[in-house]
């Protein structure tokens, strides 16, 4: 065996650790200016409405999911510093171009867009961050980098918003540089500051990034992706084939976890809007406390999973962490028998009561809504549009707040196992198309699931959109028993080492 240098670990280290910068950036990016998405976009253009906005905020994840898979591809081949500074250069042009999105006399919305999606076709990088981080620790290193690129990836989606409250405090108007034309106010300020982290994370990248691979018992091995040295590098603890049964298996596991998050985010606001006659205000005010808790919960349960994860397993505890969302979800099924306050009296009064579209509007777009002219007071309560209002019992706040703190900590249990046993699955092969179709089939959950529950919630109610989830997740753990014996790492399958 060859031991590992002690300059060669600290030089590994440091290139995981700028791999997880880049993946707090990543969501940094996406999560920045989601706030303010909506006044900035009824500001530069008025003919924008709520419709769009869904677009705007789908961008992200629709350029996340193309690109994940051609940098993961270009990872495979050439040395990963260059899709790493390409993806990131695009991030940084988009959020420039989001600056400028005011500039154009029309079809400013069309240039928002534009933006937002090559913000996500710029994080499609994290194919690329995983696929190293896989291919730079040994097994029993795997869990816990894994585990700190997941709690980076959180801790970036809390401070964006953070940053973004900050930066209101320039104002609306801000300061205008005439020469360059650009407004530095609460909508750019944001997108800047992660223009420069971007930059910032380029310099680092040329200055600190080195490739590096070690096989599965920590070996030090040489990398195809380093320049100079080509095919050779493989060795022959790349022979044997990947299992691709476990490798699909996973693949839909990740995109059920990913889509029932996307549904728990999305649903927030409109439930607790219907159930409990919140206004829009606090709506936002009292999810957004609670989903911060929540961001924080997760942070400690991705640190907790790596020490758990060495007395029990990874695969016991992707279906522990399955187990618990279930409970999450099957908790917020209406069991009693009051029902949710209606909107009665708006209706006498001939005023105009909420829309579909309006009920599952996102948190972030509904603070900067204003009601009709011709509203004197904000109606509250579930709509007589959404005829299931008359006959669904309502969701008691303890469900709903039962349910969040289960959720909160069966996601990212799930989270971390799921890349984990992936990336041991695929063993010293090349990762990076298949991290990159990880990674896309979480940006396809991402997009799917807001339109499933606006749907279903909407039409049918919470008891039916919360029961299908709930058979979402069955089926889910019913694919994970019949492929349990089979999520095993490349070498172990090959008799290379013992679980």
């Known amino acids: 065996d060859v031991v590992e240098t002690q300059e060669h670990y600290k030089s590994r280290w440091r290139s995981i650790w700028i791999m997880y910068l880049t993946m707090f950036l990543s969501s940094v990016g996406f999560s920045i200016v989601i706030m303010s998405v909506w006044p900035y976009l009824r500001k530069i253009d008025p003919t924008a409405d709520a419709s769009f906005l869904g677009w705007i905020i789908a961008s992200y994840s629709i350029g996340q999911m ?95 918003p953070v940053f973004q409250t900050c930066f209101t405090l320039i104002g609306e108007e801000g300061i205008t540089w005439k020469l360059v034309r650009l407004q530095l106010n609460m909508y750019t300020a944001p997108v800047l500051f992660g223009a420069l982290l971007g930059v910032i994370n380029i310099i680092l990248i040329f200055a600190i990034f080195r490739e590096h691979r070690v096989d599965d018992m920590g070996r030090q091995c040489k990398s195809i992706n380093s320049e100079g040295e080509g095919s050779d590098g493989v060795d022959q603890d790349t022979e044997g084939n990947v299992d691709h049964v476990a490798v699909v298996a996973i693949n839909f596991l990740f995109f059920v976890i990913l889509f029932v998050f996307a549904v728990f985010e999305t649903i927030a606001t409109p439930l607790t809007m219907d159930m409990y006659s919140w206004t829009r205000k606090q709506a936002v005010f009292y999810n957004g406390i609670i989903l911060s808790v929540v961001g924080i919960e997760s942070v400690i349960i991705f640190m907790a999973v790596k020490a758990l994860s060495k007395k029990t397993g990874e695969r016991a505890i992707l279906h522990g962490g399955l187990l618990i969302v279930l409970v999450g979800f099957f908790i917020l099924l209406p069991w009693g028998k009051k029902l949710p306050n209606i909107q009665w009296q708006e209706i006498k009064n001939n005023s105009i009561p909420r829309t579909s579209i309006d009920t599952l509007m996102p948190f972030w777009s509904l603070e900067a809504m204003e009601p009709p002219s011709n509203h004197t007071v904000e109606p509250v309560g579930c709509p007589i549009t959404q005829s299931w209002c008359l006959n669904t019992p309502m969701i008691y706040l303890a469900q709903y707040i039962s349910s969040n703190i289960l959720i909160g900590l069966g996601y990212p249990v799930c989270n971390v196992m799921s890349y984990t046993i992936y990336s041991k699955i695929l063993g010293p092969k090349p990762q990076g198309v298949y991290m990159g179709w990880l990674t896309a089939s979480g940006s396809g959950a991402r997009i799917l699931g807001p339109v499933f529950v606006s749907q279903i919630y909407t039409h049918l109610g919470p008891r039916w959109a919360f029961s299908l989830i709930c058979g979402v997740v069955v089926v889910s753990l019913l694919l994970l028993e019949i492929v349990y014996k089979r999520l095993i790492a490349f070498s172990v399958r090959y008799g290379r080492m013992q679980e």
């Open 66 to 160: 193309v690109a994940s898979p051609l940098f993961g591809f270009w990872s495979n081949y050439r040395p990963r510093r260059e899709p790493l500074v390409v993806s990131t250069a695009i991030s940084v042009a988009a959020n420039c171009l989001y600056a400028y999105v005011h500039v154009p006399h029309s079809h400013n919305k069309y240039y928002m867009l534009t933006a937002r999606v090559l913000v996500g076709f710029g994080a499609g990088n994290v194919a690329v961050v995983r696929s190293y981080i896989a291919g730079a620790t040994s097994l029993t290193e795997r869990t816990s980098a894994m585990a700190n690129t997941s709690a980076c990836q959180a801790v970036g989606f809390i401070l964006g």
